[in-house]
């Protein structure tokens, strides 16, 4: 659970923006890190949503 995630604006619209926003930096780590270790990879996030939490995300990795 990210706390990032967990203050978000009321709005579901500008909640969804946001969140996208905040999860491209962790996106970035990830890629970069495996970048480091020589692994070229596409690193994308989802954010899961209950309704009305966005709390949780998910990390898909793809191997080039």
Same mark, same amino acid.
């Given at each position: 659970?990210?706390?990032?995630?967990?203050?978000?604006?009321? *709005?579901?619209?500008?909640?969804? /923006?946001?969140?996208?926003?905040? #999860? !491209?930096?962790?996106?970035?780590?990830?890629?970069g890190a495996l970048s *480091?270790?020589?692994?070229?990879? /596409?690193?994308?996030?989802?954010? #899961? !949503?209950?309704?009305?939490?966005?709390?949780?995300?998910?990390?898909?990795?793809k191997i080039?």
């Amino acid at each position: 659970e990210l706390r990032w995630l967990t203050r978000l604006p009321p *709005n579901q619209e500008d909640a969804r /923006v946001t969140a996208i926003q905040l #999860l !491209a930096f962790p996106c970035g780590l990830v890629r970069g890190a495996l970048s *480091n270790l020589g692994i070229p990879a /596409v690193v994308s996030c989802d954010f #899961l !949503a209950d309704g009305a939490n966005m709390a949780a995300c998910s990390f898909n990795i793809k191997i080039k």
